[in-house]
């Protein structure tokens, strides 16, 4: 992986502390962007609890806008050989496929809450990469995984607090929530 133009074995992420690892699709992806958005909202109580945050993405494809949009707030790598991305089994859509996943419900809510919350997004690089998340302690212990089946997939924020024992304080939401079901006020007939 690189940062900066250095490169660095992926162990040293989570050599001397907690790490959560965000494998995104791609930079220009609105659900990456989303899924970036969303994580900011517990990064405070990452760094609380001295949880390294940090973002992956496959190529250099976008990673400019990316980070001039200030998605993520944590420190980020690229992957340009994806040997992370192969090594962990991350799932590569075809076009067919692809286009098939983009109109589930759960991408076309996500769509929604990217337009809501002003990410953007565009379709330049590899849009048939999918990522996933790893949460890891130090030293290399896996405490969860995660594999994208669909592009908008993510783990909830809670997930991730829940997996390191980081309790939420009383009165905050930490989870994105699909906007409601459009329902139908006519009158029914009798």
Same mark, same amino acid.
């Given at each position: ?6 490169s660095?074995?992926?162990?040293s ?12 699709r791609?930079?220009?992806c ?13 990064s ?7 949880v390294?945050l940090?973002?992956?993405g496959?190529?250099?494809?976008g ?9 993520f707030?944590?420190?980020l ?6 040997k ?7 799932k590569?859509?075809?076009w ?10 759960e991408?076309?809510d996500?769509?929604?809450? &990217?337009? %809501?919350a002003n *990410?953007?997004?565009?379709?330049k690089?590899d849009g /048939? ?6 949460i #890891?302690g ?11 089946? &669909?592009? %908008?997939?993510? *783990?909830?924020?809670s997930?991730?607090?829940?997996? /390191?024992?980081?309790?939420?304080p009383?009165? #905050? ?18």
């Amino acid at each position: 992986m690189q940062l900066c133009n250095q490169s660095v074995a992926m162990s040293s992420v989570w050599e001397k502390q907690t790490s959560v690892i965000i494998f995104f699709r791609r930079w220009g992806c609105v659900f990456c962007r989303l899924w970036a958005h969303d994580l900011k909202q517990i990064s405070p109580l990452l760094k609380e609890n001295n949880v390294r945050l940090v973002g992956v993405g496959p190529e250099n494809i976008g990673v400019e806008d990316f980070v001039a949009g200030e998605f993520f707030d944590g420190e980020l790598f690229i992957d340009t050989d994806k040997k992370s991305y192969s090594g962990l089994g991350f799932k590569r859509f075809n076009w067919i496929s692809v286009i098939a996943a983009l109109f589930t419900r759960e991408s076309r809510d996500a769509i929604s809450r &990217g337009k %809501a919350a002003n *990410v953007g997004g565009d379709m330049k690089g590899d849009g /048939l990469q999918n990522g996933g998340a790893l949460i #890891v302690g130090p030293g290399g212990k896996l405490l969860y995984s995660f594999k994208q089946d &669909g592009p %908008a997939e993510q *783990v909830p924020n809670s997930k991730i607090l829940e997996v /390191l024992g980081i309790k939420v304080p009383e009165g #905050v939401n930490v989870d994105q929530k699909s906007q409601p079901d459009a329902q139908c006020d006519l009158p029914k007939k009798v």
